[in-house]
Structures are given as C-alpha cells and as structure tokens.
C-alpha cells in the first residue's frame, strides 16, 4: 500500500509538534480510526507496514498523549497511563498492537473531550 492515503490526514513535510496549540480531539480522534483502518486493511492483505507510516503514527499518538497531560490534569481526571512513550518508536512494532493502541486512543481522546466539556460547563441546580 502506498503512503498517498496518508497525506490526507498527516502532514508529510515536518514532524508533529509534541503538543500543537490548535489540537482537535474530535478530529484526532477521526484520524487515528483512519490510520487504524487503514493499517488493518494492510494486516488483512498481509502487507508491511512502512517505518513511515508507523513513525507519523507515533507523531499522532505522542500529540493525543501531550493533550492528555496538558488537559486532563487540571480537571483531576484520575491517574494516567501514558498511551505511548517516546521511546516505543525505535523499537519493532507489532502491527495489531499499534492499531489497537490508535483505537484506544481515539476513543480515550473522546470521552475525556466529553468530560472536558462537561466540567467546564457543570449544570446549575
């Protein structure tokens, strides 16, 4: 599979900034089921994923986890077990590990968006 898919979601001329000041975890969180589909789609025709690839996925990952730590602590959103660290990309990659883990991220980015929301906005009584 070629990495032409992937421009449409992931900037191919720079790495992500660990922590990008415009961070959108609802469309962050599209882009990680993308990423994992695709990568899935790769597993499924028994294809290689390419170190490209599997680096921007990372970059993805390390940005949803740097939100995390910037956004989840003020709200006292229990302990946090990093979804990636920055070494995990110089080591092998198990494909069905990596997609489970975007998966998980997405969802993880959702619900603690929606909490976010909730706690900024608490309803009066």
Not at 18 to 42: K, V, Y
Not at 77 to 91: K, S
């Amino acid at each position: 599979m070629s990495l032409l898919f992937m421009r449409d979601f992931m900037p191919a001329d720079k790495p992500q900034e660990p922590n990008p000041p415009l961070f959108d975890p609802m469309g962050r969180s599209e882009q990680m089921q993308a990423i994992a589909a695709f990568a899935q789609r790769c597993i499924d025709r028994r294809e290689e994923l390419e170190p490209a690839f599997i680096q921007r996925a990372y970059e993805q990952l390390l940005a949803a986890q740097a939100w995390f730590d910037a956004h989840c602590a003020e709200f006292n959103i229990g302990d946090q077990l990093p979804v990636v660290t920055a070494g995990e990309a110089e080591r092998p990659v198990v494909a069905e590990a990596l997609i489970y883990t975007l998966r998980y991220t997405a969802i993880k980015l959702l619900h603690h968006h929606k909490h976010l929301e909730v706690a900024a906005f608490p309803k009066k009584t």
